[in-house]
């Protein structure tokens, strides 16, 4: 498998019409995107001193953040209306020539920050609110 650009790896919001369309959310410098596996520990006496796991037994969920430019672009305003209405909204996140996982998340943090003599950033973490599809790209 051959190497993937960096910026082709892809945040976007859904329009919760119905079929829906996502948009790339503007501006984004960075992105980043984690499965979480909760492990339950079922280790007893008869384990012989080994660590033994239950398999398929504890939560999963993905977080997901990014960075970037501010750009006043509609899709930031998505975010930050979100972010502010605290909801759980549908995303995309788009790993290039690998797959999309998409479903619902919460806005867990956004941020805006400016250097003096710079541009204005911002940050944006996500976390799963429910079952996310996988599909092959």
Known sequence: ???Q????????TGN?????VFTTIAGLRSSSLTVNNESVDVTNKDSSGKR??????????????????FTDGASES???TNALADTIDNYQFLVPDFG????????????????????VTYSMS???AGAIT????
Do not use: D, W
């Open 78 to 80: 998505t975010i930050k």
């Open 5 to 12: 650009k960096g910026s082709a790896m892809l945040i976007k």
């Open 100 to 119: 999309t996982f998409t479903g619902a998340f919460q806005v867990t943090s956004l941020e805006y920050a400016g250097e003096f003599n710079g541009e």
């Open 1 to 3: 498998m051959a190497a």
């Open 126 to 128: 996500f976390e799963s």
């Open 16 to 20: 919760g019409a119905s079929p829906e």
């Open 134 to 137: 996988f599909a092959t790209v």
């Open 52 to 69: 033994q796991l239950l398999a398929s037994a504890g939560v999963q969920t993905i977080s997901v953040s990014g960075s970037g430019v």
